[in-house]
């Protein structure tokens, strides 16, 4: 899970309500994509001839964002700080796929074992900094059973970074084989378009139907929403051009008849 750190920021915990306030003013800002986990780093500065213990906690995030704190590895809810000395912490947040871009506040409490306590505003920016999506294919195609058939489809990167090794996947039934050229793309950097080429073998024992398919854009940052194909199998053409003579055989050998027939 990709991090991003936070320039480090110092906690002045004083007994004077000044400093308190001045300290107030500052605010703990992430921006993160969901998915991945925000990190700040914190500082607390202990300013008294005593060691304190200082409990941690952060209040008013929305409801599937997740807090943890971390001092040099296991997870802890208060730290211990000697007396004039600094203390150090690691907040991690948390941020679901499923979560809305958007811009979430909350409140960072350190509270003294004595019962003095310092609160700061806290920021979370969520955005798609990874975004890919389908935007040209066609939605329906005819194929026959034992054939080929092609389609292109067009990608895009509709986020603001560049992304890594795209590729197309299609969700076609067993047997099928797909080929997709390219296979992979190494690069595709925001704003840019590729193509897809794709060749679909459909085996000769499937029946006539018609048969949805899934495609989607993965990459090693983020995916596309599925984009539906809707392929309509008949049989083989072969079948077709039979038909058609026979048919064609049976006309000639009626009219053929009538006009014999008719010469009586």
Request: charge should be negative; aromatic fraction near 6%; hydrophobic fraction near 45%.
């Amino acid at each position: 899970m990709k991090r991003t750190i936070l320039s480090l920021l110092v906690l002045f915990l004083l007994l004077s309500g000044v400093s308190l306030a001045r300290a107030d003013e500052m605010v703990l800002s992430q921006t993160v994509q969901a998915s991945q986990t925000a990190v700040y780093q914190l500082e607390i500065h202990n300013e008294t001839a005593v060691a304190h213990d200082y409990a941690l906690a952060l209040s008013g995030l929305t409801a599937g964002l997740t807090t943890t704190f971390t001092q040099g590895g296991p997870l802890v809810s208060q730290i211990t700080v000697p007396a004039n000395e600094y203390g150090s912490a690691t907040m991690q947040v948390a941020v679901p796929a499923e979560t809305a871009v958007g811009h979430y506040t909350a409140q960072f409490t350190a509270i003294r074992d004595d019962g003095e306590q310092l609160t700061m505003p806290v920021t979370l920016n969520v955005e798609n900094t990874y975004a890919v999506k389908i935007i040209s294919q066609n939605l329906n195609v005819t194929a026959f059973s034992g054939k080929d058939f092609v389609l292109d489809v067009t990608a895009v990167n509709s986020g603001a970074a560049a992304v890594t090794n795209l590729a197309l996947t299609l969700d076609a039934p067993a047997k099928w084989i797909v080929q997709t050229t390219p296979e992979t793309v190494p690069s595709l950097a925001a704003g840019a378009e590729m193509t897809f080429h794709v060749i679909v073998t459909v085996p000769a024992s499937q029946v006539a139907t018609d048969q949805k398919i899934t495609l989607a854009l993965d990459s090693d940052q983020t995916a596309s929403p599925d984009s539906p194909l809707t392929v309509r199998v008949q049989n083989s053409p072969t079948f077709l051009y039979t038909a058609v003579t026979i048919m064609a055989l049976a006309v000639v050998g009626a009219i053929v008849y009538f006009r014999r027939k008719g010469r009586r």
